[in-house]
């Protein structure tokens, strides 16, 4: 860094390992001092700072309603579905133990991320939660395929299901999980976590009805095959839910960028800022869901006063793009150049190539301001 080189920290982010990036602070970690003046406990990130203290115990309050009905309904589940010999119960019984299981491990890792940082752990345990989301992803697509392997077999030699026990228990578990479903709703649906386990209810909540309209065919028609059918669409379901909640904590896991964000787009937004001639070294992922977190290298042309762009950067990422964890290193273009480096100041777009590189690896595209290539 030289003396006009200028960085931000954030609260709980930190950049990815480069050789160029800046080094991170935590202010939910022990205060650190870098000299005289600089004090990292009461800085701010951001226009008006910002806090994610966790106050999970509204969440973990529906939480464990949505998991009493759960529980308790699936002991009964399981009992008819073995003396009416439905699949379809069976499956939804099992299910709901994923329901359960899910909950469970919900519940856990709210405790885990709520935990301060400390010691190695300078995230904190923040994405416990994700692992658990991608846990809830991975038991839905296990448990699909199995269900689906069942369903399958019991079209090619379908049993007797008793069709009046069947009705009347997915009848009952439709209002169990509208319940549960309605509890989790009430909890942080923005975090993947909490996602994971609405998602077990909801698609438990579509297979209770496809489950009664079996039952209500095998009652009327005694079209038996109507019972491996419903379980199939429940298959179709935790499919769908598995496969969604998989990918989601897989972005966030290999700290791709979140979801509506364009690197490419952001990065040419802050190369426009005034008096910046150059971004690189940008990063942008997210901690855990809903705490999206940026670093970048930014140059600022000679003169310049880089207090203000990093300012104004930072205004320009929480109004715009609502990311207020921001990491900004921030020099002059030129400073300290190498022996034999000639400096060369970009005046406008067409000249911008003239800059010279300010790092030998700058881990991902160049922006500058004007036209250019990614």
């Given at each position: 860094m030289t003396e006009h080189a200028h960085a931000d920290a954030t609260a709980s982010g930190h950049p990815p390992p480069t050789a160029h990036g800046p080094a991170p602070a935590h202010s939910d970690g022990p205060a650190h001092s870098d000299g005289p003046g600089h004090d990292h406990k009461g800085h701010s990130h951001g226009p008006g700072g910002h806090s994610h203290a966790l106050s999970p115990d509204a969440d973990r309050r529906w939480l464990r309603a949505a998991l009493a009905l759960i529980a308790a309904f699936m002991a009964v589940e399981v009992v008819i579905g073995f003396l009416a010999r439905s699949l379809a119960l069976i499956s939804d019984a099992a299910h709901m133990l994923t329901d359960a299981a899910s909950i469970v491990l919900a519940l856990v890792a709210m405790r885990l991320a709520a935990r301060p940082a400390r010691g190695g752990y300078t995230y904190g345990l923040k994405r416990a939660e994700i692992l658990s989301a991608q846990a809830n992803g991975i038991t839905l697509l296990v448990l699909s395929l199995w269900l689906g392997y069942e369903a399958v077999a019991r079209l090619v030699e379908p049993p007797e299901v008793t069709g009046g026990l069947v009705v009347i228990t997915a009848l009952a578990g439709i209002v169990v999980n509208v319940v549960a479903a309605w509890?989790?709703?009430?909890?942080?649906?923005?975090?993947?976590?909490?996602?994971?386990?609405?998602?077990?209810?909801?698609?438990?909540?579509?297979?209770?009805?496809?489950?009664?309209?079996?039952?209500?065919?095998?009652?009327?028609?005694?079209?038996?095959?109507?019972?491996?059918?419903?379980?199939?669409?429940?298959?179709?379901?935790?499919?769908?839910?598995?496969?969604?909640?998989?990918?989601?904590?897989?972005?966030?896991?290999?700290?791709?960028?979140?979801?509506?964000?364009?690197?490419?787009?952001?990065?040419?937004?802050?190369?426009?800022?005034?008096?910046?001639?150059?971004?690189?070294?940008?990063?942008?992922?997210?901690?855990?869901?809903?705490?999206?977190?940026?670093?970048?290298?930014?140059?600022?042309?000679?003169?310049?006063?880089?207090?203000?762009?990093?300012?104004?950067?930072?205004?320009?990422?929480?109004?715009?793009?609502?990311?207020?964890?921001?990491?900004?290193?921030?020099?002059?273009?030129?400073?300290?150049?190498?022996?034999?480096?000639?400096?060369?100041?970009?005046?406008?777009?067409?000249?911008?190539?003239?800059?010279?590189?300010?790092?030998?690896?700058?881990?991902?595209?160049?922006?500058?301001?004007?036209?250019?290539?990614?």
């Open positions: 509890c989790i709703s009430k909890a942080n649906r923005s975090s993947l976590n909490v996602e994971g386990a609405y998602q077990h209810i909801l698609t438990d909540l579509f297979g209770f009805i496809a489950t009664a309209v079996a039952g209500a065919v095998v009652l009327v028609t005694g079209f038996a095959r109507a019972d491996a059918i419903a379980s199939l669409v429940v298959v179709v379901l935790m499919l769908r839910a598995g496969i969604g909640l998989v990918r989601e904590s897989g972005r966030i896991f290999m700290e791709a960028a979140p979801n509506g964000v364009d690197p490419d787009a952001l990065g040419d937004h802050l190369a426009e800022a005034d008096q910046v001639v150059e971004v690189h070294d940008l990063h942008i992922w997210e901690i855990t869901s809903g705490e999206p977190a940026l670093s970048a290298h930014i140059l600022v042309a000679p003169g310049g006063d880089c207090h203000a762009v990093r300012r104004n950067l930072h205004e320009l990422l929480s109004r715009k793009y609502g990311i207020t964890h921001a990491t900004l290193q921030v020099d002059h273009v030129g400073e300290q150049p190498l022996p034999g480096e000639v400096l060369h100041i970009a005046a406008g777009p067409d000249d911008a190539a003239l800059v010279p590189p300010h790092c030998e690896d700058t881990h991902g595209p160049v922006h500058r301001p004007g036209p250019h290539d990614h």
